[in-house]
Each structure stands twice: as structure tokens, then as C-alpha cells.
């Protein structure tokens, strides 16, 4: 299958998982209904399930999974290390120590996502200024630095965790597992989406390149620093885009890549839009299986992608082999 | 399509590989570099492609200083096979050959016409046009050092620098990618510096630069540098040399 044909697949899978957001929940909707309420806005209820309840939480699940995958795949490139994901340097440790850390002071949601932004910069700032020396990046100090810091982080959130009194404990939780429902407004995450999208797929001849190693693309012509700076911030971004919509959320942003990558999707001029279209769809179904498997109960996502993910990456990789 | 330096100096740490190097590749000239194992021919071709600091000097390449290069304009004048690559490379030998254009690139969404005829040609060059949309990550040891050969054609520099071109390949695609080398020199007028092990390839060459690990060299033509008395005071063992010219032959005493 030609790249361009597996694209247009996928755009048509990810407008398919918006309109499955819709459909499904506590309150089911046809599909004749969902159309219905284009035109007739009497239908009170289902209007504001769907329109007001669905729709903005259906768009924040798909632009949190796209942004995880993009950056997945822009850190194993920087990183190159297949297991490597946009957790890996602690950007999502912090965020989620500073929430919880507001949480167990009482902040409300404002604060809290005040806290995790002031958390995840100052995990890229702790990282970058560690890892980056005289115009240069080593790579290995980049990776070790960031597992580094996330266990010193995982360490906090534990002794938060104990400390925190039981009422709390629910909320820290679903901030831990990635949960998307106070996911409302994305105008941002969209945003940050596309800037990056567009821009990488723009660079996405350097990035082949730089997958062979900082010195072979430098011999190519490759602006290499200048590339790794922009992987780095531009890959930050987009996950902090991510985790304040939606926590963190599991497996996503590891996956994706790879699965693409095992059906034959390997130059990043395809692999980054195909992994933000896969990664999107995937969030927003498993958000939609997440509040509809035991509604009115609403489980967090995060618990889902890693269940669906685990057996699908399984079953391709043992494929492949 | 000349490379050149004075006084350059190449060191690792605070141990200098070779002190005070005058060199000049001129067009259509095929160096040989020679020397022992981390003597620092490596070094020395990384440092006369960018890709590495001379401890003092600096290298020109078509008479300018490297420094004045843009790094995409160096990757259209000067083009260097590293010796070691050791990432998975996920797409297939084609996209692969293809990275040799990224410096000439004009479009920012990958390569042109122009481009794709250059990777063809280059991939032909190499025989390796049946394999062409095989995985790289399956080629063969050999099939993989003709696949990172092609790529260094289409790219297509002036200046060539070869680590070790010949190592994995059978002894047929060995004397093709000197006579390819020869080619490229001598008919297109480019430049090539080669490390190389096998001394009957390196009587090949125009010329030679031995490099003796302790910061002192010898450069000079293929002929007067290629004795018995010169390379065992090179590698520290005997070999033996028969006929001149066009039918040398260097085996090593065992």
C-alpha cells in the first residue's frame, strides 16, 4: 500500500473514532440522532451530551494521543533509543508532582494545573541545563539525566502519596494513571499540535538523517545541534501540551512509533502524521471504551490505552519476528 | 576539488597523532592514507572533513577555510564515508542511498527528480540495484558497505574521504570500488584521500600518507613511499614487495 493511500486510511480511521466519541457513553446516541441534532436543536439533552459533553472531551482525547505520538517519535529520533517515550525525561514526573502537590494542599483545578505547568518546565529546565554543554548535546547524558530525574520524581509522588489524606487520594490517582475528564478546552493542545506537526514534517529529511547518528548527519549537511534543540523543546512542548489535558497517559507515545513502523512506515515525512492521526484515534476510543464500559462510571483512559496497547504491540511484534 | 591544510595538527587529548601536516589533494588525485591501528587516520579524516577540531591549523577545501562553509554547503563539496555506523537504519536501501542527497535538497519535502535519478545511478554503480527496496536492516555486512558507498556517490562532492571502503566487501566489489575511485578521479576530475589496509590497493593510488601514530608522517608518491624498508618501519613487521607499478604486489612475511 502506497504511503499516500495509508495516510488517507488513517485520516478517515481518526474521523471515524471522533464520531464513535460521540455516539457512545452513558447516554447511547444513533448515528441518525447524532445527525438530527445538526439540524434540530430541540433535542435538548442529546444536543448537550453531544455537542457540549462529547465533543470537546472527543477532541481533547485526540489531539492529547497526537501530541504524545509526535512526540514519541521525535525522542526516539533525538534519543535514539526504541524506548524511548515522552515521559522519559521527566517532563510528565514533574507535571504530575506539582499537581498532586497542589492537590494535597488543597488547589483547586486552576492551581493544580498552574502547579503541573510549573512542574513540567522545571523538569525541562533541570534537564537541558544539565545535558547541554558548550553548543552540544550528548545524547546519553540526556537520556540518563531524564530517567534520573523521573525516579526522583516518582520518589516524591510516592511520599505525596502517603502523606496525602484519603479524600485526596482518588484525585492524585487519576492524575497518575491519565484520565481525561476535565479534558474541556483544547484550543492549546490543537494548537501545539499542529505548530509542531507542521514544522517537523518540514525538518522530516533531517530527522532521517539524524536517525543515522549526530556525526553521519553532520557529514550530510545536517544542522545537527540547532535539529536536537528543536526536538527537545519542540517535543517538551508537545507533551506538556498533553499531560495537562490528560495526565499520563500510558503506552501511547512508545507505541504508536513502533507500530507504524512495524507495517513499513519509516520515513518521518509519513511516519509523523500517520503516528498523530494513529495516536489521536487510539486516545479517543480508548476514552470513549473508558466512560462507556462501566457508565455511568468513568474509568481513567490511561488504564485502556496500556490494555489495548499491550496485546496489539505484542501481536505485531511477534508478526515481525 | 583540492584539499588542503599547513601546519595542521591532530591530537586526542593531549596526545598529538600527527604535528605540523602539510597536504595537499590536488584534483584528480586518489590518496592512500596508511598507518597502524590508532595511529589517527580516523581522526585525521573526520578533522579534514569538519566533523572533528584540529588541535591548531585548519583545512581548506577548494582553496577556503572549512570554517567559512555553511554545513550544507560542505556536504555538497565534500563528502566522507565514516568507518563505523551503528544505528538501525528503519527504511529501505533506496531512502537510504537517498539521505546523500539531503545537501542538495531543494525541496524542503524530500527529494526531487534530480535526485532520485542521482540515487538510481548511484545504486547501479554499486550493483545494487536488485536489492533496492529491501529493508536495509537486512542487507548483508557487505551488501550494507556498498549501500553506505552509494550513498557517498549521490551525493556527489569534489572531495571524497573514504574510511576504509573496502572492508566487508568481497574481493570482486573490492576492486570495483577502486576502479570506481579511479574513475571518479582521474575522468571526473574529484578528489579522494582513502584509508586503506590492503597495500596492493594503496600502490593503486597516486599518492601516500603514512601516518605514525607519534604526531610525525611521510607523504609522497606511491612509488618511492611503497618499499619494504619504509612500511616495516610503519607496521613494525616485514613485507615483502614484488614488481613496480601497475603489477605491485605486498604480502606481508608471515
Known sequence: MSHRALLAILILIAISSILVALMFGSLPVSLSALLRTLVDSSLGVVDDVVWKLRLPRALAAFACGGLLAVSGVLLQVLLRNPLADPYILGVSGGAALGAIGALLFGGGLAITNLAALGGALAAIAIVFALSFRSGDWNVHRLLLTGVVLSAGFGALISLVLTVAPQAQLKSMLYWLMGDLSHAHESATAWLVLAVVLTLFMLLATGLNALALGAIKARALGVPVGSLQAAIYFCAAAATVAAVMLGGSIAFVGMMVPHAMRLVGVTDHRWLLPASAMVGGSFVTLADTFARTIWAPQQLPVGVFTALIGVPVLLLLLSRKA | ?254
Open chain 2, 1 to 254: 576539488m583540492t584539499l588542503s591544510c599547513e601546519h595542521l595538527t591532530v591530537a586526542v587529548g593531549t596526545r598529538a597523532l600527527c604535528r605540523d601536516l602539510k597536504l595537499t589533494v590536488a584534483t584528480g588525485e586518489l590518496w592512500a592514507v596508511l598507518g597502524c591501528n590508532g595511529s589517527g587516520k580516523t581522526t585525521l579524516l573526520h578533522t579534514l572533513a569538519g566533523l572533528a577540531m584540529p588541535a591548531a591549523g585548519e583545512v581548506d577545501v577548494d582553496g577556503r577555510p572549512l570554517a567559512e562553509y555553511g554545513r550544507r554547503e560542505l556536504g555538497r563539496a565534500l563528502g566522507i564515508l565514516l568507518q563505523r555506523e551503528d544505528h538501525e537504519y528503519w527504511g529501505t536501501l533506496s531512502d537510504y542511498v537517498k539521505l546523500g542527497r539531503y545537501p542538495h535538497a531543494r525541496s524542503m519535502f524530500g527529494p526531487g527528480a534530480a535526485d532520485e535519478e542521482a540515487a538510481c545511478r548511484a545504486i547501479a554503480a554499486f550493483d545494487l540495484t536488485a536489492l533496492a527496496a529491501r529493508p536495509y536492516a537486512t542487507l548483508s555486512g557487505g551488501e550494507r558497505q556498498r549501500a553506505r558507498l552509494a550513498q557517498l556517490w549521490a551525493q556527489d562532492c569534489s572531495t571524497l574521504l573514504l574510511d576504509e571502503p573496502l572492508q566487508h566487501l568481497d574481493l570482486r566489489h573490492q576492486l570495483q570500488t577502486l576502479q570506481l575511485l579511479r574513475q571518479v578521479t582521474r575522468d571526473d576530475g574529484k578528489c579522494a584521500a582513502v584509508v586503506l589496509h590492503d597495500l596492493t590497493f594503496a600502490s593503486r593510488c597516486d599518492r601516500v600518507l603514512m601516518l605514525y601514530g607519534d604526531g610525525r608522517y611521510a607523504s609522497g608518491r606511491t612509488a618511492e613511499l611503497l618499499q619494504s624498508h619504509v612500511l616495516q618501519a610503519l607496521y613494525g613487521c616485514r613485507v615483502h614487495a614484488y614488481g613496480t607499478g601497475a603489477d605491485a604486489h605486498f604480502i606481508p612475511v608471515i
